[in-house]
């Protein structure tokens, strides 16, 4: 009984230990293949494109179109196909 619950809690200790995995800013080939999609549907400027690994999904920060009375939008791409998914107005 006291080996299991040593067991149980060096593997607790350890997954608490275990840090999260982070957030990564893309390659340059996806970079080059994001900024591609951006362009393509209107957006003119951005400021910080990561991969999120909660979803996981690309988000782009502060994307502007063209019309820059349009605002400021957060937006979210499935990592496989580069497809906007969620458009989120950033006031």
Do not use: C, H, Y
Request: overall charge negative; cysteine-free; aromatic content about 6%.
């Amino acid at each position: 009984m006291r080996r299991q619950l040593a067991a149980v809690i060096a593997g607790t200790t350890f997954v608490a230990a275990t840090p999260a995995l982070a957030d990564r800013a893309p390659t340059a080939q996806e970079r080059t293949a994001i900024e591609a999609v951006l362009k393509a549907n209107g957006f003119a400027s951005w400021e910080e494109i990561e991969l999120d690994d909660d979803g996981p999904r690309w988000e782009v920060d502060d994307a502007r179109t063209t019309n820059r009375a349009a605002g400021k939008f957060d937006l979210k791409l499935t990592p496989e196909t580069l497809q906007i998914v969620k458009r989120e107005r950033d006031d």
